[in-house]
T-cell receptor, first 115, second 116 residues
Framework: GENVEQHPSTLSVQEGDSAVIKCTYS??????FPWYKQELGKRPQLIID?????GEKKDQRIAVTLNKTAKHFSLHITETQPEDSAVYFC??????????????FGKGTHLIIQP | GAVVSQHPSRVICKSGTSVKIECRSL??????MFWYRQFPKQSLMLMAT?????????EQGVEKDKFLINHASLTLSTLTVTSAHPEDSSFYIC????????????FGPGTRLLVL
């Protein structure tokens, strides 16, 4: 099955600086890679996703890059703000042949924005 | 759009009892629903995939007789934790997807289960 590794487990950055979170996956057939933000006790919220036919995607301060050859993908947050503080999870979906499939999540990164 | 609700949000029960958790898609028809479990300060682990009208597919290591899943309609899936024990205490989160939304999953708010 799929295995997703995520680093770092904790990331502390100064407000206004950029934050980068990296993930690797094991299944070369995986073709969908979402990123979720989860605040304490709340549901995961999709912040950005990328599919395997795209190398990069950007949405305002958030961007995701995908390197299929190396099987890794990264989340980039620029101009960080205090409200960006949360736990971020990367995930990968391995297709099973039809419809949506369950996600394999990384262990999460606790992002701390220092004022 | 794409709102998923769960009920109850929190439940405390005695060891040996069964607990039912409901997951509803409020503004769309969910062709597929997923159940995840999240222990404190850990990641989400997929338990099972549920398609409307068919039996759920369980992940390796998840006991289907202990975690009963019913997906009776396109807007409702239920997870029943049977004969709950303290080690079943966790945060249970469902997600839903629909045909046409590709792989995107929308998560419910979660149910925190505490078994005494």
């Amino acid at each position: 099955g799929e295995n997703v590794e995520q680093h770092p487990s904790t990331l502390s950055v100064q407000e206004g600086d950029s934050a980068v979170i990296k993930c690797t996956y094991s299944d070369s057939a995986s073709n969908y890679f979402p990123w979720y933000k989860q605040e304490l006790g709340k549901r995961p919220q999709l912040i950005i996703d990328i599919r395997s036919n795209v190398g990069e995607k950007k949405d305002q301060r958030i961007a995701v890059t995908l390197n299929k050859t190396a099987k890794h993908f990264s989340l980039h947050i620029t101009e960080t703000q205090p409200e960006d503080s949360a736990v971020y999870f990367c995930a990968a979906e391995s297709p099973s042949g039809g419809g949506a499939d369950g996600l394999t999540f990384g262990k999460g990164t606790h992002l701390i924005i220092q004022p | 759009g794409a709102v998923v609700s769960q009920h109850p949000s929190r439940v405390i029960c005695k060891s040996g009892t069964s607990v039912k958790i409901e997951c509803r898609s409020l503004d769309f028809q969910a062709t597929t629903m997923f159940w995840y479990r999240q222990f404190p300060k850990q990641s989400l682990m997929l338990m099972a995939t549920s398609n409307e009208g068919s039996k759920a597919t369980y992940e390796q290591g998840v006991e289907k007789d202990k975690f009963l899943i019913n997906h009776a309609s396109l807007t409702l899936s239920t997870l029943t934790v049977t004969s709950a024990h303290p080690e079943d205490s966790s945060f249970y989160i469902c997600s839903a997807s629909w045909f046409g939304a590709s792989e995107t999953q929308y998560f419910g708010p979660g149910t925190r289960l505490l078994v005494l």
